[in-house]
C-alpha cells in the first residue's frame, strides 16, 4: 500500500558508472517530481513531469536524464557518476489540482 | 529571488515544552507554505499547508503554524513536544501557478531532552 516507493533505497557505486533509480507511485497522480537532498540536508528540485512532459528542468547537469514511460513512474539516469552526485534522491508525486507533494522514501547514493 | 530561510540549525527543548520553528521567506507574491518533517532514515512527510483563509493552520501530530504577510512567515508551533518529534523540519513554499515548484528552507534539527 506503499504511495511513492523508490529503487532501490541504497545505491553505492563507483565513479564514472551508470546507474538508475527507479520510481513509481500509486495515488493516480498525474504529476512527479525528483529533488537532490545535499549533505547539509538542502533539498533542491531537479525535474518535474506531468503526464510523461517534462515541465521542469532545472540546472541540472545533462548527465542526469529523467524519463516517465507512464505517469505513474518516473526514472532518474545518471551517467559517468561523480563524487559530487553523492546525495539523497527523492521523488515526489502531486495529484492534479492539489498542491502538496508526496514524497518518496529516498536513494541514497554514494559515488566512492 | 525567491528563497526560504530558516535560521535556527538545531533547537533542542525538553519533552512537554512548547516549541516553535521559523520560517521566513522572500517571495513576489503569497505563495502557497508548507512545513514537511523528516525523521531519520526516512522520507518528507506533509505536516501542514496554508493556501488561503484562516492565518492559523492546524497540521498532524498537534502541529500548527501562523502565515504573517506582513513579517513574511510561517512559523510552526507544538505547545507540548513529545520525544518522537525529534526529526528535521523543513519549511517550503511554492508558487500559485501549474509549475507548483518547491522552493525548501535549509531544515531544523529538533532535539529532544527527555
Known amino acids: 500500500d506503499t504511495a511513492v516507493s523508490q529503487t532501490p533505497k541504497y545505491l553505492v557505486t563507483q565513479m564514472g558508472n551508470d546507474k538508475s533509480i527507479k520510481c513509481e507511485q500509486n495515488l493516480g497522480h498525474d504529476t512527479m517530481y525528483w529533488y537532490k537532498q545535499d549533505s547539509k540536508k538542502f533539498l533542491k528540485i531537479m525535474f518535474s513531469y506531468n503526464n510523461k512532459e517534462l515541465i521542469i528542468n532545472e540546472t541540472v547537469p545533462n548527465r542526469f536524464s529523467p524519463k516517465s514511460p507512464d505517469k505513474a513512474h518516473l526514472n532518474l539516469h545518471i551517467n559517468s557518476l561523480e563524487l559530487g552526485d553523492s546525495a539523497v534522491y527523492f521523488c515526489?508525486?502531486?495529484?492534479?489540482?492539489?498542491?502538496?507533494?508526496?514524497f518518496g522514501p529516498g536513494t541514497r547514493l554514494t559515488v566512492l | 529571488a525567491q528563497s526560504v530561510t530558516q535560521p535556527d540549525i538545531h533547537i533542542t527543548v525538553s519533552e512537554g515544552a512548547s516549541l516553535e520553528l521559523r520560517c521566513n521567506y522572500s517571495y513576489g507574491a503569497t505563495p502557497y507554505l508548507f512545513w514537511y518533517v523528516q525523521s531519520p532514515g526516512q522520507g518528507l512527510q506533509l505536516l501542514l499547508k496554508y493556501f488561503s483563509g484562516d492565518t492559523l493552520v492546524q497540521g498532524i501530530k498537534g502541529f500548527e503554524a501562523e502565515f504573517k504577510r506582513s513579517q513574511s512567515s510561517f512559523n510552526l508551533r507544538k505547545p507540548s513536544v513529545h520525544w518522537s518529534d525529534a526529526a528535521e523540519y523543513f519549511c517550503a513554499v511554492g508558487p500559485m501557478d501549474s509549475s507548483y515548484k518547491l522552493i525548501f528552507g535549509s531544515g531544523t534539527r529538533l532535539l529532544v531532552r527527555p
Open positions: 515526489a508525486s502531486r495529484g492534479q489540482g492539489y498542491n502538496e507533494q508526496f
